[in-house]
């Protein structure tokens, strides 16, 4: 079995272990400083991101711009809760909705509460609007998705480690396969609220739907009378080459939730995003947060939206994931079994007799890269979209290096 080839600072990971709960299996790498697309440990040894916190950290580390939003409105106000008005909120909300052609926003904190916050909507839309009977409305979803880890969202899900112990579980959600139109199809009915997918399943795999999947998503939802909800917290704000990943196949969901890079890997910020008539149906009382839209996050949210504004992040999204893809592409047969992704963002399939995700995790670490497994032998590849090809290609290289090593060696 591999092991990690870098020093491991063990006084930091030994009060992590004593005193944190063990609900992750980190990399024994101990970040204390970081800039754009690098990182650097206690020890001031430097490591390639090549996760951006699960695309939380787009723009990279500390962007200059972001962290000027942030200071200027630590000068300011951070708090005041939604018992107020702020002079940030609106400006927000209005610049996220034109950013993403939407007409009302739903501001929270973390991605679990985005979700959540869009099934609390879409159950009293259909009650409210669709005339489902009380209690009875259902919210279709896929298999192998991630949405969050809050009761609800485990309850729908086919991850036995997220799911397994934490019964009784919510009602009210009908699972089908992943790309399957035809159980999409059946599995509607007129109880039948929301259809809740992610464009890119990342937490599988970086799993790309077939072609005409999502449209076809579309076309059942209308054809039903059922809102689309799309999950874009991964793969939305640049991650994929356009502003959403639903953008690739010219489709629009009713809603969308929204995170992760939203809060330009400062402060967490999330949103629901999308048709008024459907966000409408909230009143003062039925749905909150302390800390959602606090000012805070809202500067950095409004200076996270210039950034996309100008098309910069899409455009080196798309053609350094080209890049990516056609050099990873390269190693399939060679290491690898399966390459999948759009844009600055990769799924790779570890052959069989290679080395575990895990362990090849370590190699990369040892070889001054960072990433991280999920189910195995699949690693997720998703640097800063502020990365130059140069370092782009450092990464690559350590892949390529590691990926053809078998696992006994």
């Keep these: ?72 409105q630590l000068g300011r106000v951070t708090l005041t809760s939604r018992a107020f008005h702020h002079d940030v909120l609106g400006r927000f909300c209005a610049e996220l909705a034109q950013l993403t052609g939407t007409e009302m926003v739903l501001p929270m904190n973390t991605g679990a509460e985005a979700v959540e916050s869009a099934l609390k909507v879409a159950r009293k839309w259909a009650y409210e609007v669709k005339g489902v009977p009380a209690g009875q409305a259902e919210i ?21 480690t997220a799911r397994t ?54 076309r059942l939802c209308d054809e039903a009378g059922v809102l689309l909800i799309a999950d874009e917290i991964q793969s939305g704000l640049a991650r994929t080459g356009t502003l959403l990943a639903l953008d690739h196949e010219r489709v629009r969901a009713d809603l969308y939730t929204l995170g992760k890079a939203l809060g330009g890997g400062i402060v967490p910020l999330s949103a629901v995003v999308g048709r008024r008539d459907v966000l409408g149906v909230l009143n003062p009382g039925e749905h909150g947060s302390t800390f959602g839209g606090n000012p805070l996050a809202c500067a950095v949210g409004r200076a996270v939206i210039r950034l996309l504004s100008t098309g910069e992040y899409q455009r080196r999204s798309a053609s350094l994931g080209a890049h990516l893809h056609a050099r990873l592409g390269e190693l399939v047969g060679h290491g690898l079994a399966e390459v999948r992704g759009r844009g600055l963002w990769a799924g790779i399939d570890i052959a069989p007799g290679g080395l575990s995700g895990r362990a090849a995790s370590e190699e990369l670490a040892g070889r001054g890269v960072l990433c991280k497994e999920t189910h195995g032998a699949t690693l997720r590849i998703a640097p800063p979209l502020t990365i130059s090809q140069e370092d782009l290609d450092q990464g690559i290289d350590a892949i390529a290096a590691v990926v053809r090593r078998p696992a006994t060696s």
């Design 1 to 72: 079995m591999t092991t990690f080839a870098g020093p491991a600072p063990t006084e930091f990971i030994e009060l992590d272990e004593r005193w944190s709960t063990h609900n992750y299996h980190p990399l024994p790498v101990v970040i204390t400083e970081a800039e754009g697309a690098w990182v650097t440990d206690v020890t001031g040894r430097r490591y390639l991101d090549f996760l951006s916190a699960y695309s939380a950290l787009n723009f990279g580390h500390r962007h200059p711009e972001l962290v000027a939003a942030a200071v200027t």
């Design 165 to 218: 112990g934490f019964g009784p579980y919510t009602p009210g959600f009908v699972v089908v396969k992943y790309g399957d139109a035809a159980a999409l199809a059946d599995a509607i009915t007129e109880r039948t609220a929301a259809v809740l997918l992610e464009p890119i399943q990342g937490e599988a795999g970086v799993i790309v739907p077939p072609d005409g999947y999502l449209a076809e998503a579309r």
């Design 140 to 160: 279709v979803v896929a298999g192998s998705n991630f949405h969050g880890r809050t009761i609800s969202i485990v309850s729908f899900s086919t991850d036995e």
